[in-house]
């Protein structure tokens, strides 16, 4: 039976291990890895699918901001095991995931995605049209939602992180 949970420290190495599966070595070359470097995610919207013991999906969001200064989210990176695709586990991810991040009151989430596959949650690029990203980025691959109505009214400029700092190992010595 799959089950959807927050991730915990003992998930870590295998959501690792599957996201480089999924993402191959260049993963963390995007651009959108800029915005999560040396950070934490968003509290509380860490998500793992697990069958069993076995971790098989993983969604995270992070916080961000607008140039122009309306707080998001960023969601990604969302993957599933090779085999465990095309049964509903990332679309249960990412629901699970909206439904989280609405419940504790973020406003709206932005992604650099396939906008066929995301469309369906509501994601379009109209509402990223004035975002940019510290790097190179597809433009119809910007994608955002409001999860409250106005969230991203007037939103522009350049998404800059927000969230909390992971603390490396040289923090911890200091």
């Given at each position: 039976m799959?089950?959807?949970r927050?991730?915990?420290p ?7 291990a ?7 070595e260049?993963?963390?070359r995007?651009?959108?890895q800029?915005l999560?470097d ?6 509380g919207l860490?998500?793992i699918a697990a069958?069993g013991?076995?971790v098989?999906?993983?969604a995270?969001?992070?916080n961000v901001?607008c140039g ?8 990604g990176?969302v993957a599933?095991a090779?085999d465990?695709?095309s049964r509903?586990?990332?679309a249960?991810?990412?629901?699970r995931?909206?439904?989280?991040a609405r419940?504790l009151g ?7 995605g396939d ?7 509501g ?8 975002l940019k990203?510290p790097?190179p ?5 910007l994608?955002?939602?409001?999860l ?9 400029g350049?998404v800059?992180?927000t969230?909390?700092?992971?603390q ?7």
């Amino acid at each position: 039976m799959i089950a959807l949970r927050q991730e915990r420290p003992a998930d870590i190495e295998t959501r690792e291990a599957l996201l480089d599966e999924a993402f191959g070595e260049t993963r963390t070359r995007k651009t959108s890895q800029r915005l999560r470097d040396g950070r934490l995610p968003a509290e509380g919207l860490s998500l793992i699918a697990a069958d069993g013991r076995r971790v098989i999906g993983t969604a995270r969001l992070w916080n961000v901001a607008c140039g122009s200064g309306q707080p998001a989210l960023l969601l990604g990176p969302v993957a599933v095991a090779t085999d465990c695709r095309s049964r509903g586990i990332g679309a249960a991810l990412v629901r699970r995931a909206l439904r989280e991040a609405r419940r504790l009151g973020h406003g709206a989430v932005i992604l650099v995605g396939d906008a066929p596959y995301y469309s369906r949650f509501g994601f379009t690029a109209e509402k990223a049209a004035g975002l940019k990203l510290p790097g190179p980025f597809e433009r119809h691959r910007l994608l955002a939602l409001e999860l409250a109505l106005g969230a991203l009214d007037g939103a522009g400029g350049l998404v800059r992180a927000t969230g909390r700092l992971a603390q490396t190992p040289q923090a911890r010595a200091a």
